[in-house]
């Protein structure tokens, strides 16, 4: 059973940083595609950012695109989200996801392609 256990969340001033962090507890991590989502109140879960296995390649949602970074420390079993320039509009839970499933060397974006989630962290950006 894979595990990810979500950390680094809190509130924050509009125009402020956080950097989550997301540990998983499977040895095989360094194989799997990973994902950040968000899900803010009253909401589905939206798409963040992802990477594929290597942290080689990256793909982010339009709202945050240049705010925010994706990346994974494979010795580590981790993956990160550098938020920076946050916004009010970035208040939500943040979930990380993991495809343990058959994966081609690429990134995923939709919330059928993980098999893993986290319970996630919370943020929030006050005005």
């Known amino acids: 059973q894979v595990q990810l256990v979500e950390s680094g969340g809190g509130l924050v001033q509009a125009g402020g940083s956080l950097r989550l962090s997301c540990v998983c507890s499977?040895?095989?991590?360094?194989?799997?595609?990973m994902g950040w989502f968000r899900r803010a109140s009253g909401k589905g879960r939206e798409f963040v950012a992802a990477?594929?296995?290597?942290?080689?390649?990256?793909f982010y949602a339009d709202s945050v695109k240049g705010r925010f970074t994706i990346s994974r420390d494979n010795a580590k079993n981790t993956v990160y989200l550098q938020m920076n320039s946050l916004k009010p509009e970035d208040t939500a839970v943040y979930l990380c996801?993991?495809?343990?499933?058959?994966?081609?060397?690429?990134?995923?974006?939709?919330?059928?392609?993980?098999?893993?989630w986290g319970q996630g962290t919370q943020v929030t950006v006050s005005s």
């Open positions: 990477l594929n296995w290597s942290g080689g390649s990256t």
């Open positions: 996801a993991a495809r343990t499933l058959h994966s081609a060397s690429y990134y995923y974006t939709a919330t059928n392609e993980y098999d893993y």
């Open positions: 499977d040895a095989s991590f360094s194989r799997y595609p």
